[in-house]
């Protein structure tokens, strides 16, 4: 069965960093878009960065974190990451990495698998 966990959030002050990951199974990776959303309360939920199954991830950034976040991935190990760098107030949310087969332009509402996400706090 496919499953997503993520890990890596917790509390931090504004321009630090943080590496989330997101642990992978059930699947084959490359055959599927992979991607990094991120809710805050009362917010709908938005993509923050994606990998496509072909690897690319050069067109997916939300543009409140494009220079900051980077998405990656090791097929090798099933694992996802997303290094998230000089982290500000507005990137408190809960973030989730999810898994589609189609597309990292499909709304977040389409997504088919979803991890529980982990919370991640930037505050001073």
């Known amino acids: 069965q496919v499953q997503l966990v993520e890990s890596g959030g917790g509390l931090v002050q504004p321009g630090d960093s943080l590496r989330l990951s997101c642990r992978t199974s059930?699947?084959?990776?490359?055959?599927?878009?992979i991607g990094w959303f991120r809710q805050a309360p009362g917010r709908e939920r938005e993509r923050v960065s994606c990998?496509?199954?072909?690897?690319?991830?050069?067109?997916y950034d939300a543009d409140s974190v494009k220079g900051r976040f980077a998405i990656s991935r090791d097929i090798a190990t099933n694992m996802v990451y997303l290094q998230m760098n000089n982290l500000k107030p507005e990137d408190t949310a809960t973030y989730y990495c999810?898994?589609?087969?189609?597309?990292?332009?499909?709304?977040?509402?389409?997504?088919?698998?979803w991890g529980p996400g982990t919370q991640v706090t930037v505050s001073s």
């Open positions: 990998i496509s199954s072909f690897g690319d991830s050069s067109s």
């Open positions: 059930g699947f084959i990776l490359d055959d599927y878009n």
């Open positions: 999810g898994a589609d087969v189609q597309s990292c332009n499909l709304a977040p509402t389409y997504w088919t698998y």
